[in-house]
T-cell receptor, first 111, second 113 residues
Framework: QKEVEQNSGPLSVPEGAIASLNCTYSDRGSQSFFWYRQYSGKSPELIMFIYSNGDKEDGRFTAQLNKASQYVSLLIRDSQPSDSATYLCAVNILGTYKYIFGTGTRLKVLA | GAGVSQSPSNKVTEKGKDVELRCDPISGHTALYWYRQSLGQGLEFLIYFQGNSAPDKSGLPSDRFSAERTGGSVSTLTIQRTQQEDSAVYLC???????????FGEGSWLTVV
C-alpha cells in the first residue's frame, strides 16, 4: 500500500461547480497535511495546509481532515478553468522530516 | 532571495557524464529538500538538509547521487555517470524549519541522451 494515495483522474467538473479531491494516507503518525497545485511544466505551489481534524477554509478552497478515517480532502468552490491543474496531497509524518507526496489528481474545469 | 532559485533550469547531457544541480533556498530557511519528479509521476524524496547536515539520505537512488550544502545556504546535487533513467525534473524546496511548510523552486529539467 502506498503511503499517500490519490485518484489520478482526470476529474472533470463544469465551470462554477464544486470540485472535490480526496487523499488517503496509511501512517497514523501523520501530523501535517498539505495541498499543492501543479500546473503542467511548473513546480508545485502551496494552496493550503491543515493540522487539526475538521475543516479549514481559505477563499474558494476548503481542506477537510479526518484522522480517524485517515483521509484529507480539498474542495474547490466555484471552479474556474484556471483551476485546471494537478493537485498533490502531501503528508508530514510525526517524528520524521519527510514530506510524502501522492501522485496527484488531475483536475479539468470545463468552460 | 524572494523564492527558491535553481540552476540550470534545463540541462541536456550525454549518458555517462556528471552533472551538478544547484539550489539557493529562501533566505533564512534552515531546511532544504531535494525531490525528483519523472514525467507524469509523483514526487520522489531524495534527501533533506538541516543546516549543512543531511540526516536522511535514504532516498538517494544510488551511490551515483550525492548532495552537499555549505554555509547553511546553497546546496548542490551531483549525479555521476548519468543514465537515461536519471532524466527527470529535480525539485529543490526549503522551509523555515523542519516540519514547516515547504516551498519549491522551479526545478531543473535534466535530460540524459
Amino acid at each position: 500500500q502506498k503511503e499517500v494515495e490519490q485518484n489520478s483522474g482526470p476529474l472533470s467538473v463544469p465551470e462554477g461547480a464544486i470540485a472535490s479531491l480526496n487523499c488517503t494516507y496509511s501512517d497514523r503518525g501523520s501530523q501535517s497535511f498539505f495541498w499543492y497545485r501543479q500546473y503542467s511544466g511548473k513546480s508545485p505551489e502551496l494552496i493550503m495546509f491543515i493540522y487539526s481534524n475538521g475543516d479549514k477554509e481559505d477563499g474558494r478552497f476548503t481542506a477537510q481532515l479526518n484522522k480517524a478515517s485517515q483521509y484529507v480532502s480539498l474542495l474547490i468552490r466555484d471552479s474556474q478553468p484556471s483551476d485546471s491543474a494537478t493537485y498533490l496531497c502531501a503528508v508530514n509524518i510525526l517524528g520524521t522530516y519527510k514530506y510524502i507526496f501522492g501522485t496527484g489528481t488531475r483536475l479539468k474545469v470545463l468552460a | 532571495g524572494a523564492g527558491v532559485s535553481q540552476s540550470p533550469s534545463n540541462k541536456v547531457t550525454e549518458k555517462g557524464k556528471d552533472v551538478e544541480l544547484r539550489c539557493d533556498p529562501i533566505s533564512g530557511h534552515t531546511a532544504l529538500y531535494w525531490y525528483r519528479q519523472s514525467l507524469g509521476q509523483g514526487l520522489e524524496f531524495l534527501i533533506y538538509f538541516q543546516g549543512n547536515s543531511a540526516p536522511d539520505k535514504s532516498g538517494l537512488p544510488s551511490d551515483r547521487f550525492s548532495a552537499e550544502r555549505t554555509g547553511g545556504s546553497v546546496s548542490t546535487l551531483t549525479i555521476q555517470r548519468t543514465q537515461q533513467e536519471d532524466s527527470a525534473v529535480y525539485l529543490c524546496a526549503s522551509s523555515r524549519d523542519l516540519r514547516d511548510t515547504i516551498y519549491f523552486g522551479e526545478g531543473s529539467w535534466l535530460t540524459v541522451v
